[in-house]
C-alpha cells in the first residue's frame, strides 16, 4: 500500500507535501480538503466550551472563597441556605438546558461539586467530629446518581478521586497511621502528603487497583459501543493514576533498595508494574489504538531502565555521560517506534 492509499492523517498529508514541494498554502489547502483542518465554527465551539468550563470552575472557587473569606460573619442558615440554593439551582439548570448540552454538563458538574462543600460547611458549623475519609465517601455517595444521569465523564473522573481520597485517608488515618519522616510529609501541604503516602507499596498497590478496575470497566463499556464513553479523557487521566501508582512505588523501591531501605517497599508494585505494562503495551497496541497511551508506557519503561542503570552502574563522571547517552538513545528509538505504530495503525484504517 502507497502513502497514495492509506487514509488521510495529518502526517501522511504533511508528508506527502513535503515530498511534492507544495507551499505551505498549498498544504492547508490539502488539510482543508481532507477534512482534517479544524474550521472557523470549529475553533469558536472549542473556544466556547474552554470559557465556559473556566467559568464554571471559577464561580465554584469563588463561592467556596466566599465561605472562608465570610465565615465569621455568616450565620449558619446563610450558610447553608446559600449551598442548598446553589445546588438546586444548577440541577434545576442543567435540567432546563439539557444535560447532554456543554451548558448543563457544566452546570451538573459544579452542582455536584458543591455537595462536598455543604459537606464542609456541615463539618465545621457542627464539629461533629467525624473523619475526613467519610466526608468523601458520603460526597461519593450523594453525587453517584448525578454521574449515573449526566453521562459525562467529568463527573465520573469527579467520583473516582473521592473514593481515591476516601481510601488513602482511611488507611493513613485508621489502618496504618504513617510515623517517622511521612509524618513530616503532612506539614508539607495536601499534595506532599498524598505523593508521600503512595510511597507505601501497599496503599499504592491498592490505589492501582481501585484505578484499573476503573479503567477496565471503561474499555468494557466503550467495547460495547456505549455512544458516551467513546471519549478518551477518562481513560488516559484513569490510566495515568493506574501507571503512576506502580510506576513511582517501583521507582522508590530500586532506589530505595541502594541504601537499603525496606520499609514500606515490597516487591508487589514492580510485579504490578510489569505486568500492567505488558497487558496495557498489548491492548492499546492492538485492540484499542491509543498513541498517548503507549507513550506514557514507553516513557515509564525509560524511567524505570535508567534507574536500574544507574543503580548497578559505579557513579562517576563517565557513568553521568553513559546514562545521558543511553536516555537519547532510548527517546530517539522511542519516537521511531510510536511513529512506527503510528503510520501502521493509518495503513490499516
Not at 492509499?5 to 506527502?16: K, R, T
Not at 465569621?72 to 438546558?97: E, P, S, V
Not at 475526613?132 to 478521586?161: C, E, K, M, N, V
Request: net charge neutral.
Amino acid at each position: 500500500m502507497t502513502k497514495f492509499d492509506m487514509a488521510p492523517s495529518h502526517s501522511n498529508v504533511q508528508e506527502l507535501a513535503a515530498e511534492l514541494s507544495l507551499s505551505e498554502s498549498a498544504c492547508s489547502r490539502a488539510l482543508q480538503l481532507a477534512g482534517l483542518a479544524p474550521e472557523r465554527s470549529d475553533w469558536l465551539r472549542y473556544i466556547n466550551h474552554f470559557l465556559m468550563t473556566v467559568g464554571a470552575l471559577l464561580i465554584v472557587a469563588g463561592v467556596t472563597t466566599f465561605f472562608a473569606w465570610n465565615w465569621a460573619d455568616l450565620d449558619y442558615w446563610i450558610k447553608f441556605g446559600l449551598i442548598q440554593t446553589g445546588i438546586a439551582g444548577l440541577a434545576l439548570l442543567a435540567w432546563r438546558l439539557g444535560i447532554d448540552s456543554m451548558g448543563g454538563r457544566v452546570a451538573l458538574f459544579s452542582s455536584a461539586f458543591l455537595v462536598g462543600v455543604l459537606f464542609a460547611v456541615f463539618g465545621q458549623v457542627y464539629q461533629t467530629g467525624a473523619d475526613p475519609y467519610g466526608l468523601f465517601i458520603a460526597w461519593s455517595i450523594l453525587i453517584l446518581p448525578l454521574a449515573i444521569i449526566g453521562r459525562q465523564a467529568a463527573l465520573w473522573i469527579l467520583l473516582q478521586t473521592l473514593l481515591i481520597l476516601a481510601l488513602i485517608m482511611y488507611w493513613t488515618q485508621v489502618l496504618d497511621p504513617p510515623n517517622g519522616w511521612w509524618q513530616l510529609a503532612q506539614l508539607l501541604g495536601p499534595l506532599a502528603w498524598l505523593s508521600s503516602t503512595l510511597m507505601d507499596s501497599t496503599l499504592a498497590s491498592l490505589v492501582f487497583a481501585l484505578n484499573a478496575v476503573a479503567l477496565i470497566a471503561w474499555e468494557y463499556a466503550v467495547n460495547r459501543k456505549v455512544d458516551w464513553m467513546q471519549g478518551r479523557t477518562y481513560p488516559r487521566l484513569v490510566g495515568l493514576g493506574a501507571l503512576s501508582n506502580v510506576l513511582i512505588p517501583t521507582f522508590v523501591f530500586i532506589v530505595g533498595a541502594s541504601f537499603g531501605e525496606k520499609s514500606n517497599l515490597g516487591f508487589i508494585s514492580p510485579v504490578l508494574y510489569a505486568v500492567a505494562s505488558v497487558t496495557a503495551l498489548y491492548y492499546y497496541q492492538f485492540r484499542r489504538p491509543d498513541l498517548l497511551m503507549l507513550t506514557m508506557l514507553v516513557f515509564g519503561a525509560i524511567l524505570i531502565f535508567n534507574t536500574l542503570v544507574g543503580r548497578f552502574i559505579p557513579m562517576g563522571s563517565g557513568s553521568i555521560l553513559l546514562l545521558a547517552i543511553l536516555l537519547i538513545a532510548q527517546v530517539a528509538g522511542a519516537a521511531y517506534w510510536l511513529r512506527k505504530v503510528s503510520r501502521r495503525w493509518e495503513a490499516q484504517s
